[in-house]
């Protein structure tokens, strides 16, 4: 059983940075590795719906949002299955439960918050004075 465990969050303040990350394990046995599964980053906020953040391939590819693009960047490094959000220039509305999700066989073609074979348990981020 694949399993996701966010890291990173915490209390940060307006135009500050953070960087997230996501730790994959579980694939003996599972009929696929690490490189099979696109890795999305999604956030709920409060009163607000889920979002898809962002995206990537197993070979590095990825996909954004369109508005938050030029603030945040999504990495992976498949040797240690592991994947990455560094976030600038936060905001408060940036505010939220941010979550690592894979999608075996997936391809990132769209951000879809709702469609995932594994989650995290996610990670608090605040961005607060």
């Known amino acids: 059983q694949l399993q996701l465990v966010e890291s990173g969050g915490g209390l940060v303040q307006p135009g500050g940075s953070l960087t997230l990350s996501c730790a994959a394990s579980g694939f003996t046995a599972s009929g696929f590795t690490f490189e099979h599964v696109t890795i999305d980053w999604i956030r709920q906020a409060p009163g607000k719906q889920r979002e898809g953040i962002s995206c990537v391939t197993g070979r590095g590819e990825t996909v954004y949002a369109d508005s938050l693009k030029d603030r945040f960047a999504m990495s992976r490094d498949n040797a240690k299955k592991m994947v990455y959000l560094q976030m600038n220039s936060l905001k408060p509305e940036d505010t939220g439960l941010y979550y690592c999700?894979?999608?075996?066989?997936?391809?990132?073609?769209?951000?879809?918050?709702?469609?995932?074979?594994?989650r995290g348990q996610g990670t608090q981020v605040t961005v607060s004075s």
């Open positions: 999700a894979a999608v075996k066989f997936g391809s990132c073609l769209g951000l879809n918050a709702a469609a995932y074979d594994y």
